[in-house]
């Protein structure tokens, strides 16, 4: 597949880039991308929930009311689950919730997700560029040339840069990563990606 580079004005340059079919042209796999997302929002999770159980609250534990005769249900303790304050059945507990997967499934997941963004036609390919200081107002006007301000863009460089991040930060509809900070989940999360050429070098790299 062969995209046109363009400049940050907009306007497609003389120059071209060829996308490798083996990292922009494989038949997607949904399941492996569902899977690597799951992962990704998975150890996003604190898992630092808990309830007391009934071990862990503060009270006395003598018996309240004798075994016989009251014609109520038999209670030990005030700290029993069916009194209000008591403690609560199979409360949750403090948990990771992250689990394997291996790096072949991961990779594999990546190269899926750029393929369906291929096909949607929704990769702009941008000359390398840089601001001098950060600017947000700049950025926007990039994204405004390559008529995507409106879309959930993810603009993909090939090395960190601190001013381009900064200037895209306060957007909301922006993300900006380096390619080996690139996620299957930004990528399906995003409506348009925006590689830089450095960034086309080295996602194809790094899935080879």
Known sequence: MELAVHKIDGKASSKKVTLKDEIFGIEPNEHVIYLDVKQYLAN???????????AEISGSTRKIKKQKGTGTARAGSIKSPVFKGGGR?????????GFKLNKKVKKLARKSALTIKAKDNAITVLEDFNFETPKTKEFIKILDNLKVADKKSLLVLSESNKNVYLSARNLKGAKVLTSSELSTYDLMNASHLILSEGAVEKIETILS
């Open 44 to 54: 996003q999770r604190q898992g630092t929930h808990k309830a007391k159980e009934r």
């Open 89 to 97: 059945v199979f409360g949750p507990q403090p948990r990771d919730y």
